[in-house]
Structures are given as structure tokens and as C-alpha cells.
């Protein structure tokens, strides 16, 4: 892969620290992670060294290094979400899709993360899967919830 | 479309305009497509209404607004008549929705539907024109919006985010415009100061004292800063401020910064809320057409720009040095203070930073005068504050409400009590840094003396209800095991101390307790508290201690009795069926991802215990609460 996108958002941006964190953002929107040979790119074009661009994107939760499934779930573990069983969710959600928290599935079709709140309390326990968010769940509800996105 | 507002002449021909926005001469369909709204279907209502108009070519409008607050009831969807009441409806669908329009067209109201009539309770209408509509309550009579008082929340949930125009109609911007040609920064200052206003982040510093320590601050550029990184789970006020009100924050940070001396602005967003991210954009690009943000504000000398930052998903970061450090770039890391930011901030500029509802409540308080705003409230903690209901609570959703009232009308007459009515139990406030406040402290009058008193802090404004099924030791566990994430590592005492806090917690919860261990939790805390260079780790053992003050007898069930009383710590219990109340549905069985549940149809089943991982989907899907926990 050339990485053409990324080469784009690079030179678009200026040879500054502050805009490291912006920059890293869009190359994951891009891309869904944040590829090696993408950061060693970024480390040389804005003149910042790669320990500390690989120490920014290793600090940030929303940074991933690994490649993402298709769809990412997003389990929340907000306080509203554990008092109504949040915790159940993604234990149901492990069994259902046979991966860990954290992972991605075998045909990289979901990736299963956990977030401390989506502040969506109101409709505890919720999921958010790319950018629609599922509330007020119970584990009977998530295989027809899985089953909508292919 | 942009016109540059020049003067206030200029202002009021758009607040004209607004007006007619909100209030047509033809029937006005508005739905609320917040985050809330949009997990419970609004997109689809909105989409179905919207084309359904066209397709039958009806002379309606189709709107969209923020979060109207009763989260409990979305999608609401609020009709405006010309010349009768405006009537909300809760819990639509897109079937619900066309039939409404159906209704419309034969000039009928859905009264089965309606949850309250009249949109906003700022705004009592005349019962004359109410006539036929008597039996659907008015907005503010029911429980849920009697007690409230809105001004963070003023606009939320009753005008377009995305229209400007609309925030100028409610008053948008005069408070600017008053402020820009009539005030000093002096006397703005002071009129903050003796609002009484405090930080709505967490801590309650006094906004006027922080606004005038940067003012007074020698340097030629200096920064304002809008905290949006709502990291406290539960709360979740700042982002429907940003998603439903964009503008007074907007309004809010641009006489701020007048006051202060500054010319460029941030806003800190968390990444965990892409719509308010969105509204803001659009937000700001319109404030900048219409010359409220830019050069010559106003046709004024004053000038200002706003930069919008995303967060990163790091907690620390709603730590203001922590903050400062992700927006030049670089790991969230507090560091010591002093120098405060007032002194030495962003780029080591003297930078004040305030959060989203304290910028909200800014133009108020300049529009209605500091001594209007004081008299809300109770002798330390001014004016409103606006909360997150949520939990084992019947009325789920955001209220505003003066300071001083009490938890139990929070709970009980606005929240409607607990959920399938069972026991309360306490309140969670002050997210990881607050703490557990028990059923005995019902009437505590909420503001932040009060709160810290209690063992706890207002933080942001979360309140997570807990009945007599949530064990607070795994509560305690569930925040340790949050902060032990989110600590960013600098002090070994917060890196190290939590860990082990968390450790200690969970042995005590998986049925390894010690005798001792609650002696021990409490000597580890201290240190943890005292050592800490940021309010992370300074707060970190907050929720051990408000629980094991509270409610050390559950804490010693687990030690001792390797009991866990409200039935969550999965080493500690077991389920059961009933055989007296089990129909013989099968539903469990049928869910049971082990097979671990046997029995024949129409007769009483049985749990393997060896077979059983206590995923508790037997426990959800009984109809006939026939599964127990022991």
C-alpha cells in the first residue's frame, strides 16, 4: 500500500507539535489504526521524533496500532452503564463474536473495545457500533443488533 | 445567507426573523436529535415525517432541535400550531409518526400521545387557546419539569442548533452586544464575581476571581479555553449543552474573553461525542458569517477567533495543565501548580479556562444582572445546576435545578423514584473523584458545601442511582479499575497505590477477603491522597472511602460471610429457579449459552451449577421473576 491519503493529510499539515494529535486523528479516520510505516512518515515530516509521536499515540485510549475490523464496537462502561449491566453486554458480546475485549474477529469483520462512557446514561446499558448508538440493551437483544451490520 | 451584524439594529431585524423560524404562520414538526434521541430512533422519525411531508406535498415544516431533557420518553417530537399551544410527544416511531400526520392534516391531536402541552415553560400560555387540550398536563406541572429551573439549558430542546438565527430570536448574543458597547471588563468581571458563579466542572472555584486573576495578568497574549473533555461517566450535560445550545457557550467565551483581554479561544471536545463536534463546527462557522466571531466584532475593535480540539480518550485530560498539554501536542501530564494557568497557561501564556454549562450560564447573568442570578440558589453555591439522573431511577434524564434542593425531590419527584420499585440505596455523585451518598442523607440540600461534606463533590453533575441490588464494593472496584486506566503514571503513588487499591477490591469481591483489608484499604488511601501531584490521583480513593464510611457492614458480608447482599460479585452467588413461580417457558433454556438449564415444557427447569458461568441471561429474560440470586 502507498499510503496516498496519508501522504495528503501529512503535507496539509504544519511542522508543529500541536498539530500531532490532530494529524494522528485524521490518519485514523482514514484508516481505522494507525500504521507503523504512517507514524515513522509523520515522525520525519513534522520534524518531531518517533519516541514521542509513538508515546502520544500510545497515551490516547482512541489511538489503535493494530488494524480494526469493519465495524468497531464500542462497549460503554459508564457508571449508568455497570449499575444496569454493561458488564453483562460485553461478556455476551465475547461469547457471541468468540473474541476479547480488544481484539478484532478472524475475518476482521468487528473489533471490540470498551469505552468509559459515551454519555448516554439515560439509556443504560448502550453500545455505540461506528456511529449509531444501541440502548437500553439486554443480551437477548444483541444477535439481531450484530446481525444488521455485514 | 450571512449578513455581518454590525449594529444592534442589525441584531434585532435577526432576532425578527428567528422568531418566525420558531413560531411560523404553518404547523412546525420539530424533533429532538440529540445523541439520546438518535439511540432511540429519532433519525428514523424525523426521516419518515420529512418524506411523508413531500410526498404529500402538506404545508408543514420539519425540524430538528437538541435534547428536550426527558431522556426517559425519547424520541419526543414537539408540534407547533400557529395560535394554539405547542404539544409534545414521547416515546414516537416512525408508524406513530405518520398517523400523526394523518392527524394534523384532519386538524385532530393526538392527545393519547401527548406528554405535555406548551414547549416551553418559560412561557405560560393562556388557557382560552388551550380549550380541548385541558386534559393533557401543561410542560412545567409535570413532575418531571416542575421543580426545574432552567438557564444552562435555556434553549435546549426548543430551538435548531444549527440555526443562529433561532439563539439570537431567544436573546442570543444581545448579552454580547451589551457587553461590547456598555460594559468595561471591570465591570463585567465584577458582575460575575458577585453573581456568585463557580466552576460547573467539579471543583466550584469562583469564575469571577479566576477571570480576574488572568485579566490582571501582565502579557500581551493571552487565551481562553472551553473545557468540553466531560470525562466523569454519568454526566453527560456538557455535551448536550454543545450538541442543543452551541452558541451560548460561543456567547459565553467571547464576552469572557473581552473581559479577560484575549483574542483566540480553544474548545477541548472529547472525541467520545462526534455530534456536538459537529454543532460546534457548524456553529462557529456561522458565528463568524454573521461577524460574532473574527475581526471587529460588532462593528467593535474587539476581535476574537475559536479553535476546535478534539480530545484524545484520556480522562486526565479534563485536568485543566493535563488539557493544555493534549492541545499543544503533546501526552496529557498534569503538572504542578503554581503556576496557575491564570499565570502561565497554553504556551505559557496566562490562559483562563472555564467549563461548558459555566460558559453557558455567562450570558445570562450579563443579560439579567448578577443580582437576579444570586438570589437563585443557596448562600455559597449561586444559581442553577444542571444534573444527570441515571440509573436504577423510573425517570432516566437532564434537569436543571436550583441549588439547595434536595435529593430526595431530585430522586424521587423529578427522578419518580427507583426503578421497579425497589429499595434505594444512595447516590453516586462527583464521578471517580466523588463518592457514594447513602438513602439516610436523603434530604441533603444538594449544592457544594453540602456534597463535600457528605464524603462526596458535585463534579460535574452526574447522579448515578443505586438500589438495594448494586453492591457497593464493586462499585468501589468499578471506579479504582477506571482510574487504574486512567491514570497517566507521573506520581508512583497514583500509578502504584491504585493498583493495589484495586487489587484489595477485587480479592474482597471475588471472596479472597482478609481480615484487615478494610484497615488496609483505608491507610493505602491516605497515602494515595496526600502524595498526588493532580486532583486524579488526590481524588483517586474518594469512592473506597465514601463506601467503606457508608457501608462497611457490605464490605465486611464479603470478608467475612463470602457474601455479596445485593447479588452482583459473580464468585460470591448463585443462581436459582423458583419452581413455585417457573411456567416452564423455556426462554431461559433457550438463551442459557451453556446449556447449563433443563426442564420440560409447562414444568419447572433446573440450573446445572456446574455447567453455570452466571451471565445472568436466565435473570433478564424471565417474565415471571422466577430466577433468584442467593
Redo the contacts between chains.
Keep these: 500500500m502507498e499510503w496516498v491519503k496519508a501522504r495528503e493529510i501529512i503535507s496539509q499539515s504544519k511542522e508543529?507539535?500541536?498539530?500531532?494529535?490532530?494529524v494522528?486523528?485524521d490518519i485514523q479516520a482514514e484508516y481505522s489504526y494507525l500504521p507503523r510505516e504512517v507514524l515513522s512518515q509523520i515522525s520525519w515530516e513534522l520534524k518531531i521524533p518517533l519516541s514521542q509521536v509513538l508515546?502520544?499515540a500510545t497515551?490516547?485510549?482512541?489511538?489503535s496500532l493494530k488494524p480494526r475490523g469493519r465495524h468497531l464496537i464500542n462497549v460503554c462502561?459508564?457508571?449508568?452503564?455497570?449499575?444496569?449491566?454493561g458488564g453483562?453486554i460485553l461478556?455476551?458480546l465475547e461469547?457471541e463474536l468468540e473474541i476479547k475485549s480488544g481484539e478484532a474477529s478472524s475475518d476482521l469483520k468487528f473489533s471490540l473495545e470498551t469505552?468509559?462512557?459515551?454519555?448516554?446514561?439515560?439509556?443504560?446499558p448502550?453500545i455505540r457500533i461506528d456511529?449509531d448508538?444501541?440502548?437500553?440493551l439486554?443480551?437477548?437483544k444483541i444477535p439481531r443488533i450484530l446481525k444488521k451490520y455485514t | 445567507m450571512g449578513m455581518k451584524i454590525k449594529t444592534k439594529d442589525d441584531l434585532i431585524k435577526i432576532k425578527e426573523k428567528g422568531l418566525r423560524s420558531i413560531s411560523p404562520d404553518k404547523i412546525k414538526i420539530i424533533v429532538g436529535m440529540a445523541?439520546?434521541g438518535?439511540?432511540?430512533g429519532a433519525l428514523e422519525v424525523f426521516k419518515t415525517l420529512s418524506q411523508e411531508v413531500d410526498k404529500q406535498k402538506l404545508d408543514f415544516i420539519v425540524a430538528q432541535t437538541g435534547c428536550l431533557g426527558f431522556?426517559?420518553r425519547?424520541p419526543l417530537v414537539e408540534v407547533r400550531i400557529p395560535g394554539r399551544p405547542a404539544i409534545i410527544y414521547q416515546e414516537m416511531t416512525a408508524k406513530k409518526s405518520k398517523e400523526l400526520l394523518t392527524a394534523l392534516t384532519q386538524k385532530e391531536i393526538k392527545k393519547e400521545w401527548a406528554m405535555a402541552r406548551s414547549g416551553n415553560g418559560a412561557k405560560p400560555i393562556r388557557d382560552s387557546i388551550s380549550e380541548g387540550l385541558q386534559e393533557i398536563p401543561l410542560y412545567d406541572q409535570i413532575p418531571f419539569f416542575k421543580k426545574q429551573q432552567k438557564i444552562a439549558l435555556r434553549n435546549c430542546g426548543f430551538i435548531d442548533p444549527d440555526n443562529i438565527e433561532e439563539y439570537i430570536a431567544e436573546g442570543g448574543y444581545f448579552s454580547l452586544e451589551k457587553a461590547l458597547r456598555t460594559l468595561s471588563p471591570e465591570k463585567i468581571i465584577n458582575e460575575i464575581k458577585e453573581s456568585g458563579l463557580r466552576g460547573r466542572g467539579g471543583a466550584g472555584f469562583p469564575t469571577g476571581l479566576k477571570w480576574s486573576y488572568c485579566r490582571k495578568a501582565p502579557a500581551e497574549t493571552k487565551y481562553v479555553i472551553c473545557n468540553g473533555d466531560?470525562?466523569?461517566?454519568?454526566?453527560?450535560m456538557d455535551?448536550s449543552v454543545l450538541e442543543g445550545d452551541p452558541h451560548s457557550v460561543l456567547e459565553g467565551m467571547l464576552i469572557g474573553s473581552y473581559a479577560i483581554g484575549a483574542k483566540e479561544g480553544y474548545i477541548y471536545v472529547r472525541?467520545?461525542?462526534?455530534l456536538a463536534i459537529k454543532k460546534l463546527k457548524k456553529a462557529i462557522q456561522q458565528a463568524e458569517e454573521y461577524g460574532l466571531l473574527g475581526e471587529n466584532i460588532l462593528g467593535t475593535d474587539f476581535s476574537f477567533q475559536i479553535k476546535l480540539?478534539?480530545?484524545?480518550?484520556?480522562?486526565v485530560c479534563g485536568e485543566e495543565t493535563a488539557l493544555m498539554a493534549?492541545?499543544?501536542?503533546?501526552?496529557?501530564e498534569p503538572r504542578l501548580r503554581p503556576p496557575y494557568p491564570a499565570e502561565k497557561g497554553l504556551w505559557d501564556k496566562p490562559t483562563n479556562i472555564n467549563n461548558v454549562e459555566t460558559w453557558a450560564n455567562v450570558p445570562v447573568i450579563i443579560e439579567k444582572g448578577a443580582n437576579w442570578f444570586s438570589k437563585i440558589g443557596t448562600e455559597k453555591s449561586k444559581g442553577t445546576k444542571v444534573f444527570?439522573?441515571?440509573?436504577?431511577v423510573k425517570n432516566?434524564?437532564?434537569l436543571e435545578v436550583p441549588m439547595g434542593i434536595t435529593l430526595k425531590e431530585i430522586v424521587f419527584d423529578i427522578g419518580g423514584g427507583i426503578l421497579n420499585n425497589k429499595k434505594f440505596k444512595a447516590v453516586?455523585t462527583g464521578?471517580p473523584s466523588g463518592g457514594c451518598i447513602p438513602a439516610e442523607l436523603i434530604d441533603l440540600k444538594v449544592d457544594y458545601e453540602e456534597l463535600t461534606q457528605a464524603g462526596s463533590m458535585m463534579g460535574s453533575g452526574?447522579m448515578?442511582v443505586?438500589d438495594e441490588n448494586?453492591c457497593m464494593v464493586d462499585?468501589a472496584r468499578?471506579?479504582l479499575s477506571?482510574l487504574k486506566?486512567?491514570s497517566?503514571g507521573k506520581c508512583t503513588s497514583c500509578r502504584e497505590g491504585i493498583i493495589r487499591l484495586y487489587q484489595i477490591l477485587t480479592d474482597i469481591c471475588e471472596g479472597k477477603g482478609k481480615e484487615g483489608d478494610i484497615e488496609l484499604l483505608e491507610d493505602l488511601s491516605s497515602v494515595v491522597q496526600s502524595v498526588s501531584l493532580c486532583g486524579l490521583g488526590g481524588t483517586a480513593p474518594n469512592p473506597v472511602l465514601s463506601t467503606i464510611r457508608y457501608f462497611r457492614d457490605e464490605y465486611q458480608a464479603h470478608i467475612k460471610d463470602k457474601k455479596c447482599p445485593a447479588g452482583i460479585c459473580k464468585e460470591l452467588i448463585q443462581y436459582f429457579i423458583l419452581a413455585d413461580k417457573c411456567t416452564g417457558c423455556i426462554l431461559c433454556a433457550k438463551?442459557c449459552?451453556e446449556k447449563a438449564i433443563s426442564g420440560e415444557r409447562k414444568k419447572p427447569h433446573l440450573i446445572d451449577q456446574k455447567k453455570c458461568i452466571k451471565?445472568?441471561?436466565c435473570f433478564?429474560?424471565c417474565h415471571y421473576d422466577a430466577v433468584e440470586i442467593k
Design positions: 508543529r507539535q500541536e498539530s500531532l494529535i490532530e494522528l486523528q508515546r502520544v497515551f490516547y485510549a482512541a489511538f462502561l459508564g457508571t449508568a452503564c455497570h449499575v444496569r449491566g453483562r461478556e455476551k461469547r469505552v468509559r462512557c459515551i454519555g448516554c446514561c439515560s439509556l443504560a448502550v456511529e448508538t444501541h440502548g437500553r439486554t443480551q437477548d | 445523541t439520546c438518535l439511540a432511540t431522556c426517559q425519547e466531560e470525562g466523569d461517566p454519568g454526566a453527560y455535551r472525541a467520545e461525542y462526534p480540539n478534539r480530545g484524545g480518550g484520556a480522562f493534549s492541545i499543544e501536542g503533546r501526552v496529557g444527570s439522573l441515571v440509573g436504577k432516566t434524564g437532564l453516586q464521578g452526574g448515578i443505586m448494586t462499585i468499578y471506579f477506571f486506566d486512567e497517566c438463551e449459552p451471565c445472568g441471561v433478564e429474560v
